[in-house]
């Protein structure tokens, strides 16, 4: 079983920026996708980013300008920098995982984290 810890929610003001952070257990995949989901009140989980285990990344267009996905192999942690973060970017974030060899946010993910709060107000 993989082991999914999100970190680096918080609050902050509109134009600002936040890394988050999800650590990995040390399982390891063959060939892996993780990626970043969001979910704000009201409304439906949103697919947000991934990543693929060649370094492969797909951003949603929403967030394209704005978000980078990246994946430190030595230290098993997903990031997400989030920069010109805008009040309609609240959300509670999600890590989550699959293995297999395509990697897609349309896809279903095995994994998931217990998710980090991002809270974008004046």
């Known amino acids: 079983q993989v082991h999914l810890v999100e970190s680096g929610g918080g609050s902050v003001q509109p134009g600002g920026s936040l890394r988050l952070s999800c650590a990995a257990s040390?399982?390891?995949?063959?060939?892996?996708?993780m990626a970043w989901f969001r979910q704000a009140p009201g409304r439906e989980r949103e697919g947000v980013a991934s990543?693929?285990?060649?370094?492969?990344?797909s951003v949603a267009e929403s967030v394209k300008a704005r978000f980078t996905i990246s994946y430190d192999n030595a230290k098993r942690t997903l990031y997400l920098q989030m920069n010109s973060l805008k009040p309609e970017d609240t959300a509670m974030y999600y890590c989550?995982?699959?293995?297999?060899?395509?990697?897609?946010?349309?896809?279903?993910?095995?994994?998931w984290g217990q998710g980090t709060q991002v809270t974008v107000s004046s």
């Open positions: 989550a995982a699959r293995e297999g060899t395509w990697c897609s946010l349309g896809l279903a993910f095995t994994y």
């Open positions: 040390t399982y390891t995949f063959g060939s892996a996708c």
């Open positions: 990543i693929n285990w060649d370094g492969r990344t």
